[in-house]
Structure formats: structure tokens, C-alpha cells
């Protein structure tokens, strides 16, 4: 196609992830977006031949800094199911409070960095100030701020004592306020909706046809969440997926944004209810030969786990579908017509995480 | 711009939230997973830590009384210290400095009589060193 080509990335200015897109721009409008992936490849699939299974949490949790937890949890969930161990309610209910504070955290540094794209820095700082909170509270409960290694096969390696748990609603509460505080000026500031509404539509059908996951799904009017199958303990914490319907950036901040909210909720709810008891189940022995896909949610989307084992210590396959993997096709039909400068904000609203993408 | 305008009298109101690094190191929280330390007194060389660690950091010889840590490879994962059968090793509450040369703790592990029964999880262990020494 006849046109000027122009490199978006990997490494870029306001992209947080080196994500390649070839734009193909005629006359300042994009015409076709061709994505190449494997700038940060690091084969770590390859690497259950060499770890064995107990060792391999370590290492799948180090796939994604931000989302790093989850990639925790669904492994030990199914290798849990493999092995045929159940843990403790009080473990299930830790692990919901852990994920959707990682959730939070993760929300809150995409907002940080949306606002950034749109040149909006004090925003962009004042997000990240509010998250340092849930970093606090991850360095006083799990051991660590940003990789925090709870979830091992039989349960969680930490438990959250009565002071902690107040502490940590006592921050979560001011959390609140202060996210609260910035609605006005993230999405209802006439310069901020003037660069994403209306932009990087993406129709519902386009949605569920590309395989969209997460908020980008969300945001077009699809009430599909991973947490409704109710792993873990979502059913009884109770929980219903934010939707939104415009399909554009804004409606998919609007959904981040109100996630957060539902999330400091439904941590509020988890330490209400949690139980009294172990947190963990000793798993002995290896696991049995066998194959298993499971499920769960991620910030940025769906997250599937393939898993199969030949009855060693080593995995014979581990494979890893991340969300944004899923996303990155409706990006490439979202980005046709836009103008040049319009495109990092909307390459950010699918929040990449390209360091899972590519492993 | 209102909306904003709130948000940072707010913040110009309030004491800053940058933490003044370096002239006041920080200290981290109860529980976090800093430096590994290892009690030569306790240590009984059963190589455990190093067949649990991930990033394979840990080196254990019985042979040479030596145990092998190399802080530059390890992610602090904790999970030597779970599985350390006599509690020689624990997590200081400190985490590494900047490093201008390629680190390495090694610590003279002196060899031990066997422990009469006195717990539970010592005691397997000091009779299978016994019997392979």
C-alpha cells in the first residue's frame, strides 16, 4: 500500500512497553497498523525443562511485573487442581484480597500513564502517589512491593493478622477518597474528552469477534469477566463485571476507572469475611501426568494457563495466553483513520503489557 | 482544570510525599524479604536451600565446609528459608545496596556431631549426614 512508513516503538517516548506497530500514514491519517512482536522474548516457557514445578512459581511470576500475582495464582491454581489439593477457605479468601489489590495497583498505574500520554503529568504523578499506598500495604503483608511471591501450590505463604487488617482498611478508605477525587479531572475535563471520545472505536461486534479481553471487551458493551467463574472465593465475596458501552478510549478509561473503585470494595469485602484457620495445605509428592487449561483474570483481560505434566518434577508444556495478546488484534482495526497524533493515547487504552506478550 | 486545581492545593497543603533518599535511608516493613543471612553455628550443609532456589544462587559443600551465596542472582523469593530443616537461615530487613563489583558471601560452615533428639525435623537430617559422611 503506497504511503510513508512510520515506526511506533519499541522503544518510544510514551509507550510504556515496547510494543513494534509499522504505521503505513498518508497525508497525517493512519491508513493500516502492522504489529511485530518478540522485542522482549525471553523464552521463559522454555524454561520448565531446566526448574522443576515448585521452582517454576518463581519464575512465571517474573513473566510481568505489574501483573505479576496472577500469573502466580493461576499457575498454583492449576497445578492444585492437578495434584488434587485443596486449600484452606482462608487462603482462598487472602488470595481475592491479593489480586485485586494487584488489580488496584495496576488500574492506578495505567490511569498514571494515560493521563501521561495525554500530557497530563501532574495527574500522572498524583495517581502514582495514591499508589504507593497499595505498595505500602503489599510490602507490610506479603514481603515485597512489587513481586510478591504469596502464592505457592497448597495456599498462601503469608497471613494478614488482625492489626494489619485494620491498617490496611484504614488506607484503603483514604484511597478511595483521593481516587474519588480525581473523577473530575480524568474524565470529565473538556481537553481530555476531546482526544478520546470518539476515538479508537471498537463496535461490540468487532469486540466479541477479535477475541477481545478485559476492559477492552468491557468497554464495547460485553459483560464477560474472568471472575465470574468464581474461583477463589469471587462467589461468595460477590462480584458483577462494570460495563461500558461507547466502545472508544474514554469508555475504556471510564471501566478501569470504575474497577478500581469496585476493587478497593471487593478487598473491603474479603477481609470482612475472611475465615479463621490455616493458609496453607502441605502438597506432597509430584504431580500426576495430565493436562489442564484454566482461567482467571488478569487488569488487562482474560489470562489462560495450558499446563501438562508427564508425572516428573518438570512440566513437559507450559503455555501461557496472556490478555494482551488477545488485544492487540482489535488494536490493529482500531487504528485505521485515526490521525498520527492520536495514536499513542489509543495504543495505551488497551493498557499493553507486552513483557507477558512475548515472555 | 478545576478538578485538578482542588487536587493540587491539597498537595501543596500537605507534606510531601517523596521520601528524602539518600539522607534518610529508608527502612523497610516487618517481614520484607531483604539480605539472606546464614548462621555457620546452625547451618548443618544439607543442601536443601540449594535444591529449593530458583534461580540456582546457593551453593552447598559438604565436602569443602562451605555455603555459597551469590546476591546479584537471587531474587528473594524466600523459599530457602521455608525449607531450611533447622532455621539457620533468615531475611534481614534491609535490601541490597548498590554493588560496584560482581558479590559473592561465602561462609566456613564448620562440621557438626550429630544432634541428640531434640526436635523433630533436626533430627532425620543429622543421622542421614552421619550416615553419608
New interface residues.
Given amino acids: 500500500m503506497a504511503g510513508t512508513v512510520i515506526p511506533f516503538g519499541p522503544q518510544h517516548p510514551v509507550l510504556p512497553e515496547p510494543l513494534q506497530l509499522k504505521l503505513v500514514v498518508k497525508d497525517e491519517i493512519v491508513e493500516e497498523a502492522v504489529p511485530q512482536m518478540g522485542y522482549v522474548h525471553r523464552g521463559l516457557e522454555a524454561l520448565v525443562k531446566v526448574?522443576d514445578f515448585?521452582?517454576?512459581?518463581?519464575?512465571v511470576e517474573?513473566i510481568c511485573g505489574i501483573c505479576s500475582s496472577i500469573h502466580g495464582l493461576t499457575y498454583c491454581l492449576a497445578l492444585e487442581e492437578l495434584m488434587g489439593v485443596q486449600p484452606p477457605p482462608r487462603a482462598d479468601y487472602l488470595r481475592v484480597a491479593w489480586s485485586e489489590l494487584h488489580r488496584v495497583h495496576s488500574h492506578l498505574l495505567w490511569l498514571g500513564l494515560f493521563a501521561d500520554a495525554l500530557g497530563f503529568e501532574?495527574?500522572f504523578m498524583?495517581y502514582w502517589?495514591i499508589r504507593?499506598k497499595v505498595m505500602?500495604i503489599m510490602?507490610?503483608?506479603?514481603?515485597?512491593r512489587v513481586?510478591i511471591?504469596v502464592n505457592v501450590i497448597g495456599g498462601t505463604?503469608?497471613d494478614i493478622d488482625e492489626a494489619q487488617r485494620k491498617w490496611v482498611l484504614g488506607l484503603l478508605d483514604e484511597m478511595e477518597r483521593e481516587v474519588k477525587?480525581?473523577?473530575?479531572?480524568?474524565l470529565?475535563?473538556y481537553a481530555v474528552k476531546r482526544r478520546t471520545v470518539g476515538k479508537g472505536v471498537l463496535t461490540r461486534e468487532q469486540a466479541y469477534d477479535l477475541g477481545a479481553a478485559g476492559p477492552t471487551l468491557r468497554g464495547s458493551g460485553v459483560a464477560q469477566d474472568m471472575r465470574q467463574l468464581g474461583f477463589c472465593a469471587y462467589k461468595e465475596v460477590g462480584f458483577e463485571p462494570v460495563v461500558e458501552h461507547d466502545g472508544d478510549s474514554w469508555a475504556r478509561a471510564k471501566v478501569r476507572y470504575r474497577e478500581t473503585l469496585q476493587s478497593i470494595e471487593l478487598v473491603r469485602r474479603a477481609l470482612a469475611g475472611l475465615p479463621a484457620g490455616e493458609t496453607m495445605v502441605k502438597a506432597k509428592g509430584k504431580p500426576p501426568a495430565g493436562e489442564l487449561v484454566v482461567r482467571s483474570e488478569q487488569p488487562r483481560g482474560e489470562l489462560l494457563y495450558y499446563v501438562k505434566t508427564d508425572g516428573s518434577k518438570n512440566l513437559e508444556r507450559l503455555r501461557v495466553r496472556t490478555p494482551t495478546f488477545a488485544n492487540v488484534p482489535p488494536l490493529v482495526v482500531m487504528l485505521p483513520g485515526l490521525e498520527l497524533a492520536d495514536v499513542p493515547v489509543v495504543v495505551l487504552s488497551i493498557d499493553p503489557c507486552v513483557s507477558c506478550t512475548e515472555r | 482544570?478545576?478538578?485538578?486545581t482542588?487536587?493540587?492545593l491539597g498537595?501543596l497543603a500537605s507534606k510531601p510525599?517523596t521520601r528524602p533518599h539518600p539522607f534518610e535511608p529508608h527502612q523497610?516493613?516487618?517481614?520484607?524479604?531483604g539480605e539472606l543471612i546464614n548462621d555457620p553455628a546452625v547451618c548443618i550443609l544439607c543442601g536443601m536451600c540449594q535444591r529449593?532456589?530458583?534461580?540456582a544462587c546457593l551453593q552447598v559443600s559438604k565436602a569443602e565446609e562451605s555455603w555459597r551465596w551469590h546476591p546479584l542472582e537471587c531474587?528473594?523469593?524466600?523459599?530457602c528459608v521455608?525449607v531450611c530443616p533447622v532455621d539457620s537461615l533468615s531475611m534481614k530487613r534491609s535490601y541490597l545496596p548498590v554493588q560496584r563489583q560482581r558479590l559473592e558471601v561465602e561462609l566456613h560452615v564448620p562440621k557438626k556431631a550429630p544432634k541428640k533428639k531434640t526436635s523433630k525435623t533436626a533430627q532425620p537430617e543429622a543421622d542421614k549426614t552421619e550416615a553419608e559422611a
Avoid: W
Fill in positions: 526448574k515448585k521452582q517454576m512459581t518463581q519464575v517474573r501532574s495527574l498524583q502517589r504507593e505500602d510490602e507490610a503483608t506479603a514481603g515485597n513481586i511471591s505463604r503469608r477525587a480525581t473523577e473530575r479531572a480524568l470529565h475535563d | 482544570m478545576a478538578g485538578m482542588k487536587i493540587i498537595n510525599a523497610p516493613m516487618e517481614g520484607y524479604r529449593t532456589c530458583p534461580s531474587v528473594f523469593c524466600g523459599n521455608e
